[in-house]
């Protein structure tokens, strides 16, 4: 029998009116798929990020296959780390420290990041705080325009990085926010499967080919603009490319760490 005829009843996206403490522990525990909070930012939220993201830094792009510049801002550890996880530790903060400056300039009103991971540290019941590495607070909550999708990858700190934070997290689960929506594709899909040693046949230079996740149970959630999503990136997700219009979301990671706290970074 195919393994796609035996559903996981527990692996489903669950839409939500808000983000609770029992949606956290079950996506923690790795059984929920997903939880999308329509509407988590309003239309005029999105607007005024959209805006203000105008103020901020732009990637290098090239105007004659792509008409606007793309949206990419604040500093991801991911991309300052060595083979053996080791943090590139001067380029990090200081990349870390401009960035913030220029947030701070940007003057983003609501901040997108700092409105949920208020209401994220409520739903739990304690404040959410940056991850810290020798006591130093990380970068938490890029902005990312992805038009052309995401490979088939997982994201687990506890592989990539181990011991890089003073906190040790137990369960990694992403969120993200969309405040530009393309009218067709973007979907984020997520599979019901963790990486496995065995997965390496399928690797590609970034992410994994299709054969990884061929019968596996799976959701896809079509952004709709100012929706909030939290998945556990320890399953396997990818982005489809959008053919049109802009698919700009703030994003960051949670961890759950030892002691029953939250802790954020990008
Ligand atoms: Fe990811």
Redesign the pocket.
């Known amino acids: 029998m195919p393994r796609t005829m035996a559903l996981d009843p527990l692996f489903t996206a669950v839409d939500s009116a808000a983000f609770t403490d029992r949606h956290l522990a079950n996506l923690a525990a790795g059984t929920l798929a997903a939880v999308r909070v329509p509407g988590f930012l309003d239309s005029a939220a999105c607007r005024a990020a959209v805006a203000a993201s105008g103020r901020l830094p732009t990637a290098d792009y090239d105007p004659a296959r792509v008409p606007t510049p793309i949206v990419r801002f604040g500093p991801a550890l991911n991309d300052y780390l060595g083979q053996d996880g080791d943090l590139d530790a001067d380029r990090y903060w200081a990349d870390a420290e401009a960035a913030r400056a220029t947030w701070h300039r940007a003057g983003m009103r609501p901040d997108p990041v700092a409105v949920s991971l208020a209401r994220l540290g409520s739903a739990w019941g304690a404040a959410v705080t940056p991850a810290t590495i020798g006591g130093r607070a990380v970068f938490g909550g890029t902005l990312r325009e992805i038009n052309s999708g995401?490979p088939i990858?997982y994201?687990d700190v506890n592989r990539e990085a181990p011991q890089l934070f003073d906190q040790e997290v137990v369960a990694q689960l992403?969120f993200n926010v969309w405040v530009a929506v393309p009218p067709t594709g973007g979907q984020t899909t997520v599979w019901r499967h963790r990486w496995e040693p065995v997965d390496e046949r399928h690797r590609r230079s970034y992410g994994y080919r299709p054969e990884t996740v061929q019968h596996c149970q799976h959701v896809s959630l079509t952004p709709a603009l100012g929706d909030g999503l939290l998945f556990n990136?320890g399953n396997v997700?990818a982005v489809r490319p959008n053919p049109g219009g802009r698919r700009i979301a703030f994003a960051y990671f949670l961890g759950l760490t030892t002691t029953g706290r939250l802790i954020a970074w990008s």
């Open positions: 995401a990858h994201d992403a990136p997700h």
